[in-house]
């Protein structure tokens, strides 16, 4: 299927050329979509720049329009280009903004699944954006951040004083510096040191934001300490697709109790867990770890505003936490 940016753009543009140009100006804005130059700079995946000149063209060719070479010459172009195992995804902001991120083309890469972005953090940014005044001027902690989509959105849109991106693989730490760095962020020193990465990013467009003090930490949950647990006092818990195996489920539940343990007597922080629920089976094990732990939860109601172009799953869905 087709979507995101590339989409809005095109199907942009032919609405506003009005219903009775929107045929012809289609192979036009298509080739404003696909030669745009963010997606110059950061091109998406070859497999996907293909499927949607490949569409393009079999729209254009059942209108019985006069031939657009350009599409022609620029599908060529991306046939003879060589597969990579990244490419970029680019997701447009409410106030035009934009979210840039590197990502691994594979589902599974470097023996994780953490190095896409995964249809969970995309409905919590959208919550996030619709009720941005539970991350204004507060300090938020991520759990397994990812390649950091739904962190960088919420930096962008909600105003948080602070955020901390949290995962444990090498890897993944890795690349969710990249991505943070290529949105025009900044780290705190000790973070960068952590993870090293070459700043190469949008430097410039940072400048439009109040920026949030952000940090990148390597969190294991099965040995974190409470050192580095009083460390982070967070106000605000979130997390993206982290409930979907029995062992990350005990893990993680263990997490929050420690955390709640170690909050050093200030206010208990509020906790939203976004996820998939791909195995029944999976999703009662997680309310019945919580029950069992006695952390309350509850579903937060499904929001209408879909934000970004994209195929939402009707079984993901929100926590509420009371640790």
């Not at 309350?296 to 879909?306: G, M």
Request: hydrophobic content about 40%.
């Amino acid at each position: 299927a087709l979507s995101g940016p590339w989409v809005t753009w095109c199907h942009s543009s032919a609405r506003a050329a009005g219903p009775n140009r929107s045929e012809c100006v289609m192979p036009t804005c298509g080739i404003r979509t696909i030669l745009h130059p963010l997606c110059v700079k950061y091109p998406p995946s070859a497999k996907y720049r293909r499927c949607f000149l490949t569409e393009l063209i079999k729209k254009h060719e059942s209108t019985a329009a006069e031939p657009l070479d350009e599409l022609y010459d620029t599908l060529a172009d991306i046939l003879n280009e060589e597969e990579s195992t990244h490419c970029y995804k680019t997701y447009l902001l409410p106030r035009g903004e934009c979210v840039t991120l590197s990502e691994n083309v594979a589902i599974i890469s470097g023996g994780t699944t953490g190095l896409v972005t995964w249809d969970a953090a995309v409905h919590l940014a959208e919550w996030a954006m619709d009720t941005s005044e539970v991350f204004t001027n507060r300090t938020v902690l991520e759990l397994g951040s990812g390649i950091g989509f739904t962190g960088i959105a919420i930096c962008k849109t909600c105003n948080p004083k602070t955020y901390i991106f949290s995962d444990y693989h090498p890897c993944v730490l890795k690349q969710l510096t990249e991505n943070i760095h290529l949105n025009g962020f900044v780290l705190e020193p000790e973070a960068t040191q952590r993870t090293p990465a070459e700043s190469q990013g949008q430097e410039a467009e940072a400048a439009n934001y109040q920026n949030p003090k952000l940090i990148v930490a390597e969190l294991d949950w099965g040995s974190v300490t409470e050192k580095q647990l009083l460390d982070l006092q967070p106000d605000v818990i979130i997390a993206a697709d982290v409930v979907y195996d029995p062992e990350i489920i005990l893990a993680l539940v263990g997490m929050l109790q420690k955390l709640s343990a170690f909050r050093a007597d200030r206010k208990v922080p509020e906790v939203y867990i976004a996820f998939t629920i791909r195995n029944p089976d999976t999703y009662h094990l997680f309310q019945a770890e919580l029950d069992k732990v006695g952390i309350r939860w509850q579903i937060i109601p499904s929001h209408s505003n879909s934000i970004f172009l994209h195929d939402m799953q009707p079984n993901v869905t929100i926590f509420q936490l009371f640790i």
